[in-house]
């Protein structure tokens, strides 16, 4: 049962939560969408057409985690201090594949789009912690089966992960905080609208500018995630909402 002095917060976050760990959004002028056709990498038609080239570009996405060459920043650290002060729940959903929401300190999350530190095997379905460069002719360690080792990763067409759990929590909660995501991709981009139907929850975006959204949330605030978000965990611990 939520608290309803404390009720449950549910956050939505994207890729320009990590841009300033030095991370790639996606359809920022900078953005990967620049550089790559998303039929080609983010699709299972171009995955089936050229599974190197979608390889390749999952291993390079990969390499700064593994190295650490980036790290959490102010905006995921705030986030996991609010899910250790706040008495009820606090839930990350993210769209994002990298670890930095868990590196910040963040225990209740869930990665709706699947995890560039994972793999899993079209054949056998294991989903594996994958610290490597995989290729056609990765072997799965679990059924031994070579050229089935696919990125753990939500392509377009695909059904997004733990859409059940992340449904029953947007209709429980009293908050629902939507930070650096664009609002073009669905099942995600429909959250507030959803939230909203309720009519139990306020709804916030924070984001670099405007999202495709934005007229359908309560407040929005504009700026860096990196200072919009522990400025707003602070007025949440200390004021509410
Ligand atoms: C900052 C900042 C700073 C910058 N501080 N902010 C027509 C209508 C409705 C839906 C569809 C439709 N046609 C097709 C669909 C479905 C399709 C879809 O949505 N297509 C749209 C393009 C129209 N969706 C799907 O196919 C999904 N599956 C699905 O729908 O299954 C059926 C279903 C039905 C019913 C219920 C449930 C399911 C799957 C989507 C998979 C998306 N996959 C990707 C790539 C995989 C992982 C990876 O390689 O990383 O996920 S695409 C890419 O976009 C990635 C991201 O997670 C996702 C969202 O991007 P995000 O995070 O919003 O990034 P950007 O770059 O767009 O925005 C960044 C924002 O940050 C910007 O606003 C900046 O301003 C801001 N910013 N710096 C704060 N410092």
Same mark, same amino acid.
């Given at each position: 049962?939520?608290?309803?002095?404390?009720?449950?917060?549910?956050?939505?976050?994207?890729? =320009?939560?990590?841009?300033?760990?030095?991370?790639?959004?996606?359809?920022?002028?900078?953005?990967?969408?620049? $550089?790559?056709?998303?039929?080609?990498?983010?699709?299972?038609?171009?995955?089936?057409?050229?599974?190197?080239?979608? &390889?390749?570009?999952?291993? +390079?996405?990969? $390499?700064?985690?593994? /190295?650490?060459?980036?790290?959490?920043?102010?905006? #995921?650290? +705030?986030?996991?201090?609010?899910?250790?002060?706040?008495?009820?729940?606090?839930?990350?959903?993210?769209?994002?594949?990298?670890?930095?929401?868990?590196?910040?300190?963040?225990?209740?999350?869930?990665? %709706? &789009?699947?995890? %560039?530190? $994972?793999?899993?095997? /079209?054949?056998? #379905?294991?989903?594996?912690?994958?610290?490597?460069?995989?290729?056609?002719?990765? $072997?799965?360690?679990?059924?031994?089966?070579?050229?089935?080792?696919?990125? #753990?990763?939500?392509?377009?067409?695909?059904?997004?992960?733990?859409? /059940?759990?992340? !449904?029953? +929590?947007?209709?429980?909660?009293? @908050?629902? @905080?939507?930070?650096?995501?664009?609002?073009?991709?669905?099942?995600?981009?429909?959250?507030?609208?959803?939230?909203?139907? @309720?009519?139990?929850?306020?709804?916030?975006?924070?984001?670099? !500018?405007?999202? !495709? =959204?934005? *007229? +359908?949330?309560? !407040?929005?605030?504009?700026?860096?995630? *990196?200072?919009?978000?522990?400025?707003?965990?602070?007025?949440?611990?200390?004021?509410?909402?």
């Amino acid at each position: 049962m939520p608290d309803s002095a404390n009720p449950p917060i549910v956050i939505l976050t994207g890729a =320009g939560i990590s841009k300033e760990s030095g991370l790639d959004t996606f359809r920022d002028a900078d953005g990967i969408w620049a $550089k790559v056709r998303l039929e080609d990498v983010a699709t299972p038609e171009g995955y089936a057409r050229d599974p190197e080239t979608v &390889h390749a570009f999952y291993n +390079a996405r990969r $390499k700064p985690l593994v /190295d650490q060459s980036v790290a959490p920043n102010a905006a #995921h650290v +705030a986030l996991a201090r609010l899910e250790e002060a706040w008495p009820g729940e606090v839930l990350i959903v993210t769209q994002n594949i990298d670890d930095l929401h868990e590196r910040g300190g963040s225990r209740n999350l869930i990665h %709706m &789009h699947g995890e %560039m530190l $994972k793999v899993r095997c /079209d054949f056998c #379905h294991a989903v594996m912690p994958w610290a490597e460069d995989a290729t056609v002719k990765t $072997k799965c360690p679990e059924c031994g089966v070579t050229g089935q080792v696919r990125p #753990h990763v939500v392509w377009f067409g695909e059904m997004p992960l733990e859409m /059940d759990r992340i !449904e029953a +929590a947007l209709g429980r909660c009293g @908050l629902f @905080l939507s930070i650096g995501t664009s609002g073009n991709v669905y099942p995600a981009a429909g959250f507030v609208q959803q939230v909203r139907y @309720l009519g139990r929850a306020h709804t916030v975006e924070l984001n670099l !500018e405007p999202s !495709e =959204g934005a *007229t +359908a949330f309560a !407040e929005t605030r504009y700026g860096p995630a *990196t200072d919009l978000v522990p400025a707003f965990v602070e007025q949440v611990l200390t004021r509410g909402w």
